[in-house]
């Protein structure tokens, strides 16, 4: 039987951002630390990712999407990331 026709749009991982390499950014007057990201493998192959948070001040707030900064650290993470996701996904059972 052959395998059906998959079209595969994006694959995501999600990652903690290690607290030495936490930010702050502000979003409508309101103060987030930057505690994950969400990374994707877009069809090309290429990676983009985003960073989430939740508000310093605590409470309830939105858990809120930013941009990452272009920080070599940050990229080195992205990439030991997006390598340890395929290495995951070839020895999947």
């Not at 995501?12 to 936490?22: D, G, L, Q, T």
């Not at 990374?39 to 090309?44: E, K």
């Not at 030991?80 to 999947?92: F, L, M, S, V």
Request: hydrophobic share 45%; glycine share 6%; charged share 25%.
């Amino acid at each position: 039987m052959d395998a059906p026709s998959v079209e595969v749009s994006a694959m995501a991982i999600n990652v903690v951002i290690p607290e030495s390499m936490r930010w702050r950014d502000t979003r409508r007057d309101e103060e987030f630390e930057l505690q994950s990201l969400t990374i994707r493998m877009l069809p090309d192959g290429t990676l983009a990712a985003k960073a989430y948070g939740r508000p310093v001040a605590g409470g309830r707030g939105a858990y809120v999407s930013f941009p990452v900064p272009d920080r070599p650290e940050l990229a080195a993470l992205v990439a030991a990331a997006a390598d340890e996701a395929g290495r995951r996904w070839r020895a999947h059972a």
